[in-house]
């Protein structure tokens, strides 16, 4: 059986780690996308977030196109990403957009072009959005706004002619609040029992990867849900 092979986008972060090891542990070949190397990792795109989004989709394609040579991937998983709030008073408002649009929008967006050339036939891209951004989010207007574009991109993507390779498949996934240790710190006395575990993520990825009659249909977003520490999926 011929190498699997798997790029992670944000492959440094808490869920990004964690389908790192989980899929080293499988035996796959893995790439890691991020500001830094990821030692477990088979190979370390390094992106400079300071850099406009073309220049930095340009650095990492001839990265990974060095890396891959005729070779191409079995699945592109995004979960690059991050959190900021704030309504139309805040202060940061447009920073925090800004900041919201780079880490979900522009990183999505490179994800999905590189899908158009690294993924394979019948591949998959999953990318992320929030289950918050299906509704208003006035507390956190940037964060919703810049995840509601992930979850069109991703309803795009499963169109004809989208641009995505032949039979090749796109989720989202919609958490609500993901059990990292920068949310255990931030929120001591919270409910965890309603937090998604990262490894629960890993394993559902390899599964809609390894067995695509077990995928959600093309172009889902699949919220994330857990309730007394059990968590399921349920499309929207």
């Known amino acids: ?29 893995v790439g890691s996308i991020d500001t830094k190397p990821n030692d477990l990792a088979d190979k370390s795109f390094i992106v400079d977030v300071t850099e406009p989004c073309l220049k930095q989709e340009e650095t990492i394609r001839s990265a990974v196109s060095s890396a891959l040579g005729n070779d191409k991937l079995d699945a592109i ?28 929008v522009w990183s999505s967006s490179i994800a999905a072009s590189l899908s158009n050339k690294f993924l394979k036939e019948g591949g998959f891209l999953t990318l992320t959005g ?43 996934i919609l958490p ?19 937090w998604t575990p990262l490894e629960f993520i890993a394993e559902l990825f390899h599964k809609w990867i390894t067995v695509p009659g077990d995928r959600p249909p093309n172009g889902s977003l699949v919220s994330l849900i857990t309730k007394d520490n059990e968590s399921k999926y349920v499309v929207e």
């Open 130 to 172: 929030a289950n918050a951004a299906l509704k208003g989010t006035p507390g956190m207007i940037g964060y919703g706004m810049a995840k509601a574009a992930v979850h069109h991109l991703t309803k795009s993507l499963a169109c004809d002619n989208s641009g995505l390779p032949a039979k090749a498949q796109v989720v989202s």
């Open 1 to 29: 059986m011929s190498l699997q092979r798997v790029l992670v986008y944000g492959g440094c972060g808490a869920l990004g780690s964690t389908c790192v090891q989980y899929f080293k542990n499988k035996n796959w070949w």
């Open 77 to 104: 998983i995004c979960v690059a990403g991050g959190w900021a709030g704030g309504s139309a008073a805040s202060e940061d408002f447009l920073k925090n957009s800004d900041l919201m649009w780079k880490q979900s």
């Open 176 to 194: 609500v609040t993901l059990d990292t240790p920068m949310n255990r710190k931030w929120m001591p006395k919270a409910d965890t029992s309603t």
